[in-house]
């Protein structure tokens, strides 16, 4: 986890973290090369109130930094994925 995670882990009872980060998984942040990955993969939190749409960042894939695309994930709705 990111220290970010840590800390909301740290003060935020465990079931809300846990739904913080299921919200979180969903959330892809897209390079224009196509490289996905998902907000928490990448170390941060997207709460249902949280506000941004672009994340500027570099891609692993392609090297670039630049503005990725936030957006949630229509396909990534299986519930009882995670352990
Ligand atoms: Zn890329």
Redesign the pocket.
Known sequence: MSSIQKFIAAILPRRWVESLEAESRLWMVR?????ARSVWEMGGIRGKAAGYTRWFTK?P????R?WHKVSRDPQATSPSHQT
Not at 61 to 64: A, E, L, P, Y
Request: charge should be neutral; aromatic fraction near 0%.
């Open positions: 390079c224009s090369c196509g490289c891609c894939q392609c090297g670039q630049s």
